[in-house]
């Protein structure tokens, strides 16, 4: 079976855990023998291509002429975006007028039979431009590779989905990572919401992350139930094992949010929480490691709480320090208000750290060995951290407990789950 | 005749590093040795020598006509001590002269006046050794941390036997009243005050070589018509800067060199005016009135206030978490910690947490090595946060 998929972006060139679940999810499809052709915006050439064949869509020269494109060419629009509302965007950027009629130019320029386009297959203010691009080299693609099934990864790549689809005739499966409402609350944008809705109504099967995000969708995309799936993520097995040498040169025990610093992710809960549980043992640090556009906001109640002291910000942190950072947690928590997923605690149970996460994740769907809390019941999770940080069979009882679980959410089994979704298709 | 009174402050804080929270614990050095050392010696190399040996011109070429008053936190001249020795010799020299007075200042270019007494005349204290030791001349005349004076202070500082003190002529405290008098404060009779006339001060430091302002170029004789512009029966005229202002502030190509050299003369020539030191000043005038000034006041911003350092929360949180170590530091022995409790009260970097961007963002951002006060504040507190951790691993 072979499968044409459309991400946004691949490691090692990745914003957030969009990236890393594609690349997970496609070393399990290999394992249960499907080969991918994935396309992304931009290629760097680094990426791995131990599963996946990648394709480069800066690198797809369109033929022009080609009628099927021609719709795409006229229905191309240019909207003004508010990019907080785009995925992995901590800065407010906003779509360049100037540049929108530049394009629009270029693309009604008859004279020129084939073009490239080159992709930033970033989240920025050219988003919704790439997007509909993106669609017609989807196009092109559909036209020029063989495969027996089309699977686009969030919103971004639903246009080139649908595109690919009527070149092909090929079934389409939509994977929806996160939805609108988790990343804006009630204060969506309505053009990435409808943008979503259309891919998800074209779309033969639609696969969530979780069943919170399937009730989303059935509920506020109004997506027949019947074709909406659950495909919960995994994890990868942890390769660092030279992190857990690093010592703690501190006495204080350590509770960690690690996350953007955005609305979806409940930093402000978390600082709420910290403040509770200050009071009754002073001997805790807390540290935020992230940022975003709630900085401001969220060091100021630190200040105004008066526990600076006791609160530290890391700034953003990738790679090894991200290991180094659970290596010296005793509690993680993952305070999100809406989270589609959530893969940041399985992280944090690989590397030994109990979790405390909210209710309103999928991840509290998988996991068992983990305290669950209400993200507004700041009581409950200064309640829950405490009791991790202080009573040690509960905390030890987690790790041991927790870190089987996590050893057993494998790709492998997703990408089975998957398989079935496809056989039922083709 | 009437007195001229030249007051320069010279001040340098040591500059945090960057520091990590993956520090805390490891690592308990907070300096930025690469930086403080670079800026030192840059400006000591603008500054601090070409200025030194220009007043020592003037003063050599004027004689006793000619005076200056100094004041130099016990921060800068560490560093001086630390990376540009021989500039400790170039004030000496000035010293020498005898027509050159050094006013006391808190050690640390602190805010301890505001928040903790004890701790503020222990810093006193030892910045006024420390200049007699540097200087040969024990100081008579206090002026605290950006001139920030209020009836509180005052009182402080008459206690610790000083017989003046030098504030900010605020518009605010003195409404009709000029700043071109001795006053006295309200609290104790005798304790002389000497206000800045900040119009005629940041003519010079501020608006010196601006070339939209209306007045530009200022000339040595343009100033002293100024000056002899003002009512018949001023007595003193106080100009009170920043000593960077000369070379720094205004570089060397604005002019403001050529400028000073040539001011005394100027001034000397037109008759009414001889300059004196701060303790000149005070001898001979009498207070005309007191001054009442219930609420801390300085010399920044336009509001002239303190909210420059304690303005917000970020502030306010680092200053109480400071000043709450105060006890048990008295307890440790350790140098180290000792100096880092001294390098970490400086107000500089309550200065970088400031959030007022407005009016005064311009000098702000001149001051500022953090991108924004948020910086500042997770910097700071990640470094207060290991030290607090040493302190009381100290007392334990």
């Known amino acids: 079976m072979r499968v044409l998929m459309f991400g946004w972006e691949f490691p090692p060139h990745i914003a957030g855990g969009l990236g890393t679940a594609c690349f997970g999810l496609t070393k399990g499809m290999k394992k249960q023998g499907m080969d991918v052709i994935f396309v992304v915006p931009k290629a760097y050439g680094d990426e791995s291509e131990e599963a996946v064949k990648i394709v480069n869509a800066s690198d797809v020269s369109i033929d022009m002429r080609y009628s099927n494109l021609k719709e795409y060419f006229d229905n191309v629009t240019y909207i003004e975006v508010n990019s907080r509302l785009i995925p992995y965007v901590g800065t407010d950027d906003y779509f360049n007028i100037e540049n929108q009629e530049k394009y629009y130019t270029e693309n009604h320029d008859t004279l020129i039979s084939h073009r490239k386009y080159e992709f930033s297959g970033k989240y920025g203010e050219n988003t919704m431009l790439e997007v509909e691009r993106y669609a017609m080299v989807a196009a092109q693609i559909a036209k020029d590779f063989e495969f027996d099934i089309i699977h686009a990864h969030d919103w971004l790549t639903y246009n080139a989905g649908i595109a690919a689809k009527k070149v092909s005739g090929k079934p389409l499966v939509v994977h929806m990572h996160a939805t609108e409402f988790d990343r804006s609350g009630l204060d969506i944008n309505t053009v990435v919401f409808d943008i979503e809705r259309k891919g998800m109504m074209a779309a033969d099967r639609v696969v969530t992350v979780s069943n919170y995000t399937r009730n989303i969708v059935v509920e506020k995309h109004g997506i027949p139930a019947e074709k909406v799936f659950t495909v919960h993520n995994a994890v990868e097995p942890n390769e660092s094992q030279a992190v857990k040498e690093y010592k703690k040169n501190i006495d204080d025990k350590i509770v960690t949010f690690l996350g953007r610093v955005t609305f979806q992710k409940g930093p402000e809960y978390f600082v709420e929480a910290a403040h509770m549980i200050l009071q009754r043992d002073p001997n805790v640090r807390f540290v935020l490691a992230g940022d975003g556009d709630m900085m401001p906001k969220v060091i100021r109640r630190v200040a105004q709480l008066r526990m600076g002291d006791r609160f530290n910000f890391t700034g953003f942190l990738r790679g090894a320090e991200v290991d180094k950072m659970f290596a010296l947690s005793d509690v993680y928590v993952m305070p999100s208000v809406s989270e589609p997923f959530g893969i940041s605690p399985l992280e944090a149970m690989r590397s030994n750290v109990p979790v405390v996460i909210s209710k309103q994740s999928g991840v509290s769907e998988v996991l068992q060995h983990a305290l669950k809390v209400d993200f507004w019941d700041v009581e409950a999770m200064a309640d829950a951290i405490y009791g991790l940080l202080h009573y040690p069979a509960l905390s030890d009882m987690f790790v041991e407990h927790g870190k089987i679980e996590v050893d057993n959410l494998l790709w492998e089994n997703a990408a089975y789950k998957l398989k079935l979704i496809y056989n039922e298709l083709i | ?396």
């Open chain 2, 1 to 396: 005749m009437k007195t001229i009174c030249f007051y320069f402050q010279v001040h340098q804080p040591f500059r945090l590093r960057t520091y990590r929270f993956f520090d805390m614990g490891v690592d308990h050095n907070y300096f930025d040795e690469y930086q403080n050392r670079y800026l030192a010696q840059r400006i000591a190399e603008r500054c601090y020598f070409p200025m030194n040996e220009l007043l020592l011109k003037l003063i050599n070429k004027h004689g006793d006509d000619f005076k200056i008053t100094f004041s130099i936190s016990g921060m800068a001249l560490e560093q001086f001590q630390k990376y540009v020795p021989n500039l400790i010799e170039s004030f000496q020299n000035l010293a020498k002269t005898g027509n050159v007075e050094f006013l006391a200042e808190t050690y640390s270019h602190s805010l301890a006046s505001i928040m903790d007494k004890d701790e503020f005349e222990l810093q006193v204290e030892r910045h006024s050794k420390k200049i007699e030791e540097l200087f040969g001349q024990k100081p008579k005349v206090f002026r605290n941390t950006e001139l920030i004076y209020s009836d509180d202070i005052s009182e402080s500082v008459a206690k610790m036997g000083f017989n003046g003190m030098l504030t900010e002529g605020a518009k605010h405290v003195l409404g009709w009243r000029s700043p071109n008098f001795v006053y006295k404060s309200a609290t104790n009779d005798n304790l002389k005050i000497l206000l800045r006339n900040f119009n005629l001060s940041n003519d010079i430091s501020f608006r010196f070589s601006n070339r939209n302002w209306s007045q530009w170029p200022i000339t040595a004789e343009k100033y002293t018509k100024w000056i002899n512009e003002l009512p018949e029966d001023a007595q003193t005229v106080n100009i009170f800067m920043d000593y960077e202002t000369f070379g720094e502030h205004q570089v060397a190509e604005t002019g403001i060199f050529n400028f000073f050299e040539a001011l005394p003369e100027n001034i000397l020539k037109s008759g009414d005016y001889k300059f004196a030191t701060v303790s000149e000043v005070f001898e001979k005038f009498e207070p005309v009135a007191s001054i009442h000034v219930p609420w801390p006041m300085s010399w920044a911003d336009e509001e002239r206030d303190i909210t420059a350092w304690r303005g917000n929360e970020l502030q306010e949180d680092a200053f109480e978490k400071l000043y709450s170590l105060k006890d048990k530091i008295k307890k440790i022995d350790d140098p180290a910690i000792k100096r880092d409790w001294d390098y970490l009260q400086t107000s500089d970097h309550f200065y970088y947490m400031c959030t007022k961007w407005f009016s005064d963002g311009e000098i702000h951002k001149y001051f500022n090595p953090y991108g924004s006060p948020y910086d500042a504040y997770i910097n700071y507190m990640n470094v207060l946060s290991d030290f607090i951790l040493r302190v009381e691993k100290a007392v334990k």
